[in-house]
């Protein structure tokens, strides 16, 4: 059964700066490509950034430097450092993933939502004024 687990979330103050993580398991993680992506009250969930099994990283433009995916295939966690946390930064963020066909490596990041199929449950984050 593959499976997403999330954590990091939390409350910050405006300039703050949190790591969130996301742990795999139940299926081979270094092929998969993986994605971050958010949902804010009454929006839609948008994509943040992705990352695919040769490493090429892709970001939303909103982003501007402040957010940084990286994987550790050894211990099959994705993660994504945030900096300059800002109000509007306040989601549920989750973790995706999605295999390539036949469940080949994948290639060609991705920051679609419609594009994965294995979801997290998601981690909160709250950034104060």
């Known amino acids: 059964q593959v499976q997403l687990v999330e954590s990091g979330g939390g409350s910050v103050q405006t300039g703050g700066s949190l790591r969130l993580s996301c742990t795999a398991s139940g299926y081979i ?3 998969a490509c993986m994605g971050w992506f ?3 009250p009454e929006k839609g969930r948008g994509g943040v ?3 695919d099994a040769r490493g090429t990283r892709r970001y939303a433009d909103f982003v501007k430097g402040r957010f940084t995916i990286s994987r550790d295939n050894a211990k099959s966690t ?3 450092q945030i900096n300059s946390l ?3 930064d306040t989601a549920l963020y989750y973790c995706a993933a999605k295999m390539g066909r036949g469940g080949s ?3 060609g990041a991705s920051i679609y939502p419609s594009d994965y199929n ?6 909160q984050v709250t ?3």
């Open 105 to 107: 490596s994948c290639y």
């Open 29 to 31: 993680y270094s092929r």
């Open 78 to 80: 994705l993660y994504l």
């Open 49 to 51: 950034a992705s990352v």
């Open 86 to 88: 800002e109000p509007d």
């Open 38 to 40: 958010r949902q804010a």
């Open 118 to 123: 294995t979801w997290g449950q998601g981690t």
């Open 127 to 129: 950034v104060s004024s």
